[in-house]
């Protein structure tokens, strides 16, 4: 194992998606002396680099970008970087809020290079106390590369923002290794570079990722076969009406941090329909018209599973068998692969921490995102994206990022002292 160098930093951050570029970028126009590093396990900066559907749009206002609701000013907006691009006025013609998915994560690939901050290929796989006689006053960061050669880091602060974790259904836990049963998550590496003519594709669930994979593949030359399967009857529409979409301002996060746990868990459930199992209503039309122009052809190719329950998946020879349930009966169906969209969990990854497991006395973040800490551990432990039970539905989007880096920051400086009287509370 080498050490990185001699430096010990302020703040590591794990992880360098758009919650921890935002925070890079907050840091920097803030002018604090904080010297920070960001890991990130990837080779280079990509935001969901499997979902690069092309023709995917954006589900958020490019005016919420990384830094702009808390200084439009700032050169690192949206409309920044349009505007060294020279696609600012061809980007004004287009009359949409919603940039492609494409471009977006151009765009923050464009803010990423300009922040030299991050350590690429470092995937972080053990956090531990630097404990001087019962006193921690810094972490260890360890990272292992592709190579397998692992770099420590020390750190006096950290903010954990790795992301979510790909969930699959329990029907595929004793096919974890079986390169057909594909999360969503690598749906542009794992299956469109491969894909067969004619071939069969099942897709599991209800939400955009299963719904953009659909209408994807439909329309891909090689023709697969495809059916999407859903325990829902229908496929639903996504509310971002303008009062519905309120619950998305950074203004909003005191008011459901303030309530009660139970009215907390009530207003997730009333506002699931804005992000969890629902689609953007266009493309529910689109994926209708290719079913209907289909029955009018009389082909059979593509078709919607509602209401269906897989309580089975066995490999059979060179096929996959999926039983299914539908209104009482059970059926069996064979495909080549797959493509579980099921989404994501949100769970620190507890064998990360297991180094500073024994000092963390609860793994919900305070209101300023950092984890209650025992006495006589002096780091700050920020999370990013891991508070949607306590801060709101906008904590694993990209709706709050910028007024969330600003609240980071503004503790910083003083981190190490508060985070001792958090533990005092
Ligand atoms: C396909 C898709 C589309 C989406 N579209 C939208 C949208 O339009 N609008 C919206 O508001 N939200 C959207 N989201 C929600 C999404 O969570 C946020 O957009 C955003 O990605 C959150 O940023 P993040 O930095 O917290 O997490 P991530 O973007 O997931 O970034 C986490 C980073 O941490 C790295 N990492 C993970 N573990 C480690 C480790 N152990 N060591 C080092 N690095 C690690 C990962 O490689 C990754 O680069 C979308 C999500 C998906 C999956």
């Not at 006689?133 to 692992?150: C, I, K, L, N």
């Not at 969930?167 to 590496?189: G, L, S």
């Not at 919900?364 to 995102?369: C, I, K």
Request: aromatic share 8%; glycine share 6%; with cysteine.
């Amino acid at each position: 194992m080498t050490t990185s160098d001699q430096e010990i930093y302020d703040l590591i951050g794990v992880g360098f998606g758009p919650s921890n570029l935002s925070l890079a970028v907050a840091l920097d126009e803030a002018q604090t002396p904080i010297r920070a590093k960001f890991l990130e396990a990837q080779p280079h900066f990509a935001w969901h680099p499997g979902m690069m559907i092309p023709g995917a749009d954006m589900q958020i206002s490019f005016l919420k970008d990384l830094v702009g609701q808390r200084n439009p000013q700032s050169p690192y907006t949206f409309v920044s970087y349009l505007h060294h691009k020279g696609r600012l006025n061809r980007f004004i013609n287009r009359k949409t809020f919603f940039p492609s998915r494409v471009e977006f994560n151009d765009y923050l690939s464009w803010v990423a290079a300009q922040f030299p901050v991050c350590d690429y290929d470092r995937k972080v796989v053990g956090i531990e106390a630097v404990d001087h006689h019962g006193a921690v006053d810094a972490v260890d960061v360890v990272t292992r590369a592709a190579s397998g050669a692992e770099t420590r880091y020390r750190a006096r602060n950290l903010v954990i923002a790795p992301g979510g974790v790909a969930k699959f259904p329990a029907f595929c836990n004793d096919h974890a290794d079986d390169p057909r049963v594909i999360h969503a998550k690598d749906y542009m590496t794992s299956v469109v570079s491969s894909l067969r003519p004619g071939e069969r594709i099942a897709i599991i669930g209800a939400g955009q990722s299963a719904a953009e994979i659909f209408a994807d593949l439909a329309d891909r030359p090689e023709a697969p076969q495809l059916d999407l399967i859903m325990r829902g009857r229908t496929i639903k529409p996504s509310d971002d009406s303008p009062f519905v979409n309120e619950i998305f301002d950074p203004s909003q996060t005191d008011a459901f941090y303030a309530l009660p746990e139970g009215a907390r868990h009530a207003a997730l459930d009333e506002l699931a329909a804005t992000n969890y199992s629902v689609v953007d209503e266009d493309l529910i039309c689109t994926i209708y018209e290719m079913v209907y122009e289909q029955s009018v052809v009389a082909e059979k190719r593509l078709s919607i599973q509602s209401d269906t329950l897989v309580t089975q998946l066995e490999t059979t020879g060179e096929t996959l068998a999926l039983t299914l349930s539908h209104a009482g009966e059970m059926r069996t169906e064979r495909y080549d692969r797959i493509i579980c969209a099921t989404g994501y969990t949100r769970a620190l990854d507890q064998q990360v921490l297991h180094g500073i497991a024994q000092y963390c006395l609860k793994t919900v973040p305070g209101r300023d995102y950092r984890l209650p800490m025992a006495d006589g551990f002096a780091p700050s432990v920020y999370v990013q994206g891991y508070s949607e039970p306590t801060h709101g539905l906008s904590d694993t989007l990209l709706s709050v990022l910028a007024q969330r880096s600003e609240e980071i920051v503004a503790t910083l400086a003083e981190a190490p002292v508060q985070a001792r009287e958090i533990a005092a509370e």
